[in-house]
């Protein structure tokens, strides 16, 4: 496994785990005043996100040459995560822990995002 493809598996495996964390998370804090439920909704739909992403990033890392479907797939997730994220904003009134957990869910999408494209161009050069 390349040094590319460790760095893709790490960073899926952490948004897999950041996942799992974000799903028990949204449904055991309690919302707080004036924060509407689908701002707890947003979260747990980004943390869903992450760990879909987490899985098939994870599965992809061990054969590189599925890299370039990933990077598509990555692509999407993460634009919905953001859009998750401002929902949450939006109707949290505010940046609240809810917003919190899906800004983290975006940036670990992105990252996984990142490391695909440099995966496939590593395969292209190669």
């Not at 996100?49 to 479907?69: C, E, Q, T, W």
């Amino acid at each position: 496994m390349t040094a590319e493809s460790k760095r893709l598996k790490v960073t899926c495996l952490i948004s897999l785990f950041f996942g799992v964390a974000g799903i028990f998370c949204s449904l055991m804090l309690p919302i707080e005043i004036g924060v509407s439920v689908f701002a707890q909704l947003s979260a747990l739909a980004a943390s869903i996100l992450s760990i879909v992403l987490g899985i098939h990033g994870a599965r992809a890392a061990n054969l590189p040459s599925r890299a370039k479907g990933l990077r598509s797939f990555a692509l999407v997730i993460s634009i919905l995560a953001c859009g998750a994220f401002v929902f949450a904003v939006y109707k949290g009134h505010g940046f609240t822990y809810f917003a919190a957990m899906c800004l983290v869910a975006t940036i670990l999408d992105l990252l996984v995002t990142i490391f695909a494209h440099v995966v496939k161009r590593a395969l292209d050069r190669a």
